[in-house]
């Protein structure tokens, strides 16, 4: 599985980026995919998650502002991203992991490189 982050770059506070991750079909088809961020000094965190089955999962400090969806027309993964805030700073990665959706890192396989968002006030 081969996973690669594009879309991230630097916004201003209340601003707006789309992140995508394409895959095959089959990536998705039997793996839940995840989006995860990390900032300097902090552990990796889940921001978004969606399996097989369309079941999706928000961190709080995100939901109502992003969204997570997948293109089956285009095997790609995105995560939108509004309203966007200071503290959504961090490199942000894409992820695939077997079983039902999650947003613990440790259940993921498969990394991308990560892209960066920075967020300024």
């Known amino acids: 599985v081969q996973l690669v982050e594009s879309g991230g770059g630097s916004v201003q506070a209340g601003g707006s980026l789309r992140l995508s991750c394409p895959a095959s079909?089959?990536?998705?088809?039997?793996?839940?995919m995840g989006w995860f961020r990390q900032a300097p000094g902090n552990e990796r965190e889940g921001v978004a998650a969606?399996?097989?089955?369309?079941?999706?999962s928000y961190a709080g400090s995100v939901k109502g502002r992003f969204t997570i969806s997948i293109d089956s027309a285009k095997n790609t993964l995105y995560l939108q991203m509004n309203s966007l805030k200071p503290e959504d700073t961090a490199m942000y990665y894409c992820?695939?992991?077997?079983?039902?959706?999650?947003?613990?890192?440790?259940?993921?396989?498969?990394w991308g490189q990560g892209t960066q968002v920075t967020v300024s006030s």
């Open positions: 079909r089959y990536t998705y088809s039997r793996y839940c």
């Open positions: 969606i399996d097989s089955d369309g079941t999706r």
């Open positions: 992820a695939a992991g077997k079983g039902v959706v999650t947003m613990s890192p440790h259940r993921y396989n498969y």
